[in-house]
């Protein structure tokens, strides 16, 4: 898919992403950045302060502890190649474009309080893409490992026009399925998005993207419960995000308790 990562906007909530020496046009509801060792953390402060961020989100796309990974308010883990469509697929789970949707004070509830976030996505095309996007997302919540509880959940479906509620059923009971936690609140967003490289090929396309929000507190009790006993394709390895959290999460606490 295309990177248009440079500025997302949106009718309701402005969100948008940080750049070295940016100047704030207007209020951001939503600030991005992507962490490394080469973000300056007076030139973040100073624009976060400019753009009245309410939420500074930083996005760490190789699991490594960052000295800006202490201003932000949350930090959301995924795969480098992964970064765009994380920064999309937030922007858009409260547009309401589709038969479902969340709103903004649904999103900022999902969010405050709980700094650390987990990003998983499947995307597929042609005549069976959901059964295939569902496959690919299913492999990967299989590999979940934390002992920190999934405090929410939201997920937002990207779909063109054909996309009908016997298909959400489907993506919706899989996750049911497969995805099963305690005392935590799922959100659903379905997107009509036409930019990926399979509707521009005429093709059908699906991709079902999840935010996992966690607790910042540590529990011992496993809290996700995955059903193994169902038969599966397993994705090519270059499509699976192995990404364990547990050792990052237990960093970002120690860090947060140091102050």
Same mark, same amino acid.
């Given at each position: 898919?295309?990177?248009?990562?440079? $500025?997302?906007?949106?009718?309701?909530?402005?969100?948008?992403?940080?750049?070295?020496?940016?100047?704030?046009?207007?209020?951001?509801?939503?600030?991005? &950045?992507?962490?490394?060792?080469?973000?300056?953390?007076?030139?973040?402060?100073?624009?976060?302060?400019?753009?009245?961020?309410?939420?500074?989100?930083?996005?760490?796309?190789?699991?490594? !502890?960052?000295?800006?990974?202490?201003?932000?308010?949350?930090? +959301?883990?995924?795969?480098?190649?992964?970064? =765009?469509?994380?920064?999309?697929?937030?922007?858009?789970?409260?547009?309401?474009?589709? @038969? @479902?949707?969340?709103?903004?004070?649904?999103?900022?509830?999902? @969010?405050?309080?709980?700094?650390?976030?987990?990003?998983? *996505? %499947?995307?597929? %095309?042609?005549?069976?893409?959901?059964?295939?996007?569902?496959?690919? &997302?299913?492999?990967?919540?299989?590999?979940?490992?934390?002992?920190? =509880?999934?405090?929410?959940?939201?997920?937002?479906?990207?779909? !063109?026009?054909?996309? %009908?509620?016997?298909?959400? !059923?489907?993506?919706?009971?899989?996750?049911?399925?497969?995805?099963?936690?305690? #005392?935590?609140?799922? &959100?659903?967003?379905?997107?009509?998005?036409?930019? &990926? !490289?399979?509707?521009?090929?005429?093709?059908? %396309?699906?991709?079902?993207?999840?935010?996992? $929000?966690?607790? #910042?507190?540590?529990?011992?009790?496993?809290?996700?419960? +995955?059903? *193994?006993?169902?038969?599966?394709? @397993?994705?090519?390895?270059?499509?699976?995000?192995?990404?364990?959290?547990?050792?990052?999460?237990?960093?970002?606490?120690?860090?947060?308790?140091?102050?």
């Amino acid at each position: 898919m295309e990177n248009n990562s440079s $500025v997302l906007d949106s009718d309701i909530v402005k969100v948008d992403k940080y750049e070295p020496h940016k100047i704030a046009n207007g209020k951001n509801e939503v600030t991005f &950045f992507v962490a490394s060792d080469e973000v300056d953390l007076a030139d973040l402060q100073r624009y976060r302060i400019q753009a009245q961020t309410d939420y500074l989100i930083a996005i760490n796309g190789t699991g490594k !502890d960052y000295d800006c990974l202490k201003l932000a308010d949350n930090v +959301i883990l995924c795969s480098l190649n992964e970064v =765009p469509l994380v920064m999309q697929a937030f922007q858009r789970l409260h547009s309401g474009s589709g @038969i @479902i949707g969340m709103s903004w004070d649904e999103v900022k509830w999902a @969010i405050s309080g709980n700094k650390n976030i987990e990003f998983l *996505h %499947g995307v597929a %095309g042609g005549e069976n893409c959901v059964a295939l996007a569902c496959e690919q &997302f299913i492999s990967k919540l299989q590999r979940l490992s934390s002992n920190y =509880p999934i405090k929410n959940v939201m997920i937002n479906m990207f779909a !063109d026009i054909s996309f %009908g509620c016997e298909q959400q !059923d489907f993506i919706i009971q899989q996750i049911d399925k497969n995805l099963m936690v305690n #005392d935590a609140t799922t &959100f659903y967003q379905l997107s009509f998005f036409h930019e &990926f !490289d399979y509707w521009k090929k005429g093709e059908q %396309g699906c991709c079902i993207c999840m935010f996992l $929000v966690y607790s #910042d507190e540590e529990n011992d009790i496993a809290p996700v419960i +995955i059903e *193994h006993d169902i038969s599966q394709k @397993i994705p090519n390895s270059t499509q699976i995000v192995g990404n364990s959290i547990r050792e990052y999460l237990k960093q970002q606490q120690q860090r947060n308790k140091n102050g």
